[in-house]
């Protein structure tokens, strides 16, 4: 049964895979983004942390007999940095500015959309404990998730699918009926029953002396089975995608992963190659519950009576959901 997902959660989710904070020296900063619980020891570690918490929320009956409402809430989001003594780290209300410029962007320019959350590869590599993974391989058949055959690409070969920009990673087979095949270990965050909708899409083609082409799928861990193949035929780049708008449990497994393949259309014959090109994988996901959210204010509230001095900002956001006592919509 679909339940609706905690708005902070939804808001936490959001912020964590939107937000690029770059520093002075040109690295990444380190942020934590969770329910509204400040712990200064967490500044030791991360360069700034950000906080969410429910300020108020008000019902609203939509109609007489009070089955459709509109819930509006409002949210308190709150980010602190300090300074710090460490090389390359900025200091704490230049910290503190950047990341209030990038929780003002994601709020507003996903107003509508809260709920969609996008996954891909953007700055992941081997070796590392990132909940994504690529792996390749060379196979007479569409392996499954947890053969051994499967080999992860290397922090050169993730750079290349880390956008869509014509730089592509290629898996090459030469074996006599083998496919060039890549698969693909995306890590959902909500709840099962939150989930409404899951969108897969692979950017690549394929090449072999059978012809041009690549087919992808979704796995099935309940049938433990490949499912729902799309197929293409261009020696281009082009954009297959998959769309789970139903039985969406069946295809996130007990770890939260969802698994993509792709293959090219044919195999090698011995002489020829199959390859294999990505440039390109992301997994979009839709959840039920907040439907609209955007920033009502924010201000610089500095905690000074401290040392090191705490710099802090306070944002207040305004969203809603809509929910019916006999259901969700």
């Not at 808001?11 to 900063?29: E, F, M, P």
């Not at 910290?95 to 996954?119: F, S």
């Not at 799928?217 to 729902?228: D, F, L, R």
Request: some cysteine; overall charge neutral.
């Amino acid at each position: 049964m679909s339940e609706l997902e905690d708005p902070i959660i939804t808001l936490l989710r959001l912020i964590t895979t939107r937000i690029r904070v770059v520093k002075d020296n040109g690295s990444h900063a380190s942020i934590l983004a969770t329910k509204e619980a400040y712990d200064r020891e967490l500044l030791k570690e991360y360069d700034a942390q950000i906080t969410m918490g429910l300020d108020s929320s008000q019902d609203q009956k939509l109609e007489l007999a009070g089955r459709l409402r509109r819930r509006s809430m409002v949210f308190r989001c709150n980010i602190y940095t300090v300074d710090k003594t460490a090389p390359g780290a900025d200091a704490g209300k230049v910290m503190r500015d950047k990341v209030t410029a990038q929780i003002n962007a994601i709020i507003r320019e996903n107003r509508n959309l809260p709920y969609q959350t996008v996954y891909n590869f953007y700055g992941l590599g081997y070796p590392s404990g990132d909940p994504h993974k690529a792996f390749a391989a060379g196979a007479a058949t569409e392996l499954s998730p947890s053969s051994t055959s499967w080999a992860e690409l290397t922090n050169l070969e993730y750079q290349k699918i880390w956008s869509s920009d014509d730089v592509r990673h290629s898996k090459s087979v030469s074996v006599n009926g083998q496919y060039g095949l890549m698969l693909f270990r995306l890590k959902l965050g909500p709840r099962e029953n939150c989930v409404k909708k899951i969108v897969l899409s692979f950017e690549g083609y394929g090449t072999s002396p059978g012809g041009n082409g690549v087919t992808i799928k979704i796995w099935n861990h309940v049938a433990s089975a490949w499912q729902e193949a799309q197929s293409g035929t261009g020696g281009g780049d082009e954009t297959l995608t998959i769309t789970i708008s139903a039985n969406w449990p069946n295809f996130i497994d007990s770890s939260g992963y969802v698994w993509l393949l792709a293959k090219t259309a044919n195999p090698s014959n011995g002489s020829t190659p199959a390859v294999l090109y990505c440039d390109f994988v992301q997994c979009t996901i839709q959840v039920y519950g907040l439907t609209h959210c955007d920033v009502v204010s924010y201000r610089n509230i500095d905690v000074t009576d401290v040392k090191p001095y705490l710099s802090r900002a306070e944002f207040l956001l305004k969203g809603w959901l809509f929910e019916s006592i006999s259901g969700v919509f």
